[in-house]
């Protein structure tokens, strides 16, 4: 690690604490407003806002403490690692009010809800194990090598964070177009425009971060603490802030078992509106049911060549 100007030997710039307080306060406030509306709506989908919200304030508060006691290592390296793996957790989120989506307006889903947790939660897991090892990495400021190494874990976990986030957006996209189609678009939508924004906000976080890496230690997006406060703490704080205006909880039944079918209206059973009678590896191994969705392509072939002067009747 380069030698930083400032006063202390881990921050490379001078903590603005009146940012840091303000910061501070600002998630405690979404962190009690998103643990109300969870309470309130019987949303745990939503807890991970509460959890992601309350690791940037205990961030946030550590990184006041290292800027008054500048020599303090394990204070910088608590309010680091906590500000950094506050945003994987808010990503979940995402995944988990997708998939309470999902259940609401099951057929519509591309894939089972269940699995949007298996799939996405689990890939979020493992680019925040990637992220988390590389900041146990780097907090070796002393060490150049392992500096070097966690920071290429952080590039790769960011990277492929990104990646899971484009396939997400496209399957909500897709979700989205279907539900129009059906005609099924109604206040409960807002949800989707919710999380578009939320995967907006967090995938730029994403991109100043893998910017900042590459640039390294010597990069003024590291020397800088503005480019932190806009790309991080300002973009993190508007993502918890739109989900807590337009919580989904608001939006969505507080019981899986209510659904909305075909024709718009709401229904309810015991097991709910979705429907998979593939084995339960099957839909862990293949969450978007590509085999059949090949198998369906196939079979509307082998018809079209089977009738094919009927077809042709009709085309006229």
């Given at each position: ?182 005609k099924l678009v109604g206040r409960w939508t807002t949800v989707l425009y919710v999380l578009y924004t939320s995967a907006f906000v967090i995938s730029v976080r994403c991109l100043y971060r893998v910017v900042e890496y590459w640039m390294g230690t010597t990069g003024p997006l590291y020397r800088l603490e503005v480019y932190f406060q806009i790309f991080e703490a300002t973009l993190m704080l508007i993502n918890v802030l739109v989900l807590n205006i337009w919580h ?69």
């Amino acid at each position: 690690m380069t030698a930083c100007d400032s006063d202390s030997p881990f921050w490379c710039y001078k903590v603005n604490r009146p940012a840091a307080y303000w910061f501070l306060a600002a998630y405690f406030l979404n962190a009690l407003g998103h643990l109300y509306q969870a309470r309130r709506y019987r949303a745990k989908y939503a807890i991970p806002l509460v959890v992601g919200s309350t690791f940037t304030t205990i961030g946030f508060a550590f990184k006041i403490w290292s800027s008054y006691y500048p020599k303090n290592l394990g204070a910088w390296i608590t309010a680091v690692i906590l500000l950094f793996t506050a945003p994987p957790i808010y990503s979940a989120a995402d995944y988990f009010i997708f998939a309470k989506t999902l259940h609401y307006v099951p057929s519509q889903a591309p894939m089972h809800p269940g699995r949007v947790v298996t799939t996405f939660v689990a890939f979020d897991g493992f680019c925040e194990m990637l992220m988390g090892t590389g900041v146990g990495q780097v907090v070796n400021y002393d060490n150049p090598t392992k500096v070097r190494i966690g920071s290429g874990l952080i590039k790769a976990g960011l990277l492929l964070q990104i990646v899971l986030f484009l396939l997400f957006v496209m399957v909500a996209a897709r979700f989205h177009s279907n539900v129009r189609k059906a005609k099924l678009v109604g206040r409960w939508t807002t949800v989707l425009y919710v999380l578009y924004t939320s995967a907006f906000v967090i995938s730029v976080r994403c991109l100043y971060r893998v910017v900042e890496y590459w640039m390294g230690t010597t990069g003024p997006l590291y020397r800088l603490e503005v480019y932190f406060q806009i790309f991080e703490a300002t973009l993190m704080l508007i993502n918890v802030l739109v989900l807590n205006i337009w919580h989904p909880g608001r939006y969505l039944p507080k019981s899986n078992k209510i659904f909305l079918n075909e024709n718009g209206q709401e229904e309810s059973t015991d097991r709910g509106g979705w429907d998979d009678n593939r084995p339960f590896i099957q839909t862990l191994l293949d969450p978007f049911n590509i085999q059949g969705l090949i198998r369906a392509r196939r079979e509307k072939k082998q018809e079209a060549d089977s009738h094919p002067l009927e077809e042709k009747q009709t085309s006229v």
